[in-house]
Nanobody, 121 residues
């Protein structure tokens, strides 16, 4: 079993910056891609960023140029640096990872509990 725990949510003013982090814990697993999704009230969950184990990134259109994702493969962590924040960035942010048990064949998609992040205007 793998657990993903997010940290860093809170309240920030528009135009400010914030960094979210997510740590994966468990035993005997390997991680392929990690990433972030977000869900605002009444909205569908949408892609924020994904990053592969090799460091290739993909961003949602609404955050391109403002958000940057990075990861530390040795520590099984992924971070999201968010700059030039807007009120519409307000959402619950979820960490996700595609995980395989060492020796296994199947990749599974795990999700964190989510962290609330609010941008005030």
């Amino acid at each position: 079993q793998v657990q993903l725990v997010e940290s860093g949510g809170g309240l920030v003013q528009a135009g400010g910056s914030l960094r979210l982090s997510c740590a994966a814990s468990g035993s005997s697993f390997s991680i392929n891609a990690m990433g972030w999704y977000r869900q605002a009230p009444g909205q569908q969950r949408e892609l924020v960023a994904t990053i592969t184990s090799g460091g290739s990134t993909n961003y949602g259109d609404s955050v391109k140029g403002r958000f940057t994702s990075s990861r530390d493969n040795a520590k099984n962590t992924v971070s999201l640096q968010m700059n030039s924040l807007k009120p519409e960035d307000t959402a619950v942010y979820y960490c996700t990872a595609w995980v395989k048990v060492v020796g296994g064949m199947q990749w599974y998609n795990y999700w964190g509990q989510g962290t609330q992040f609010t941008v005030s205007s």
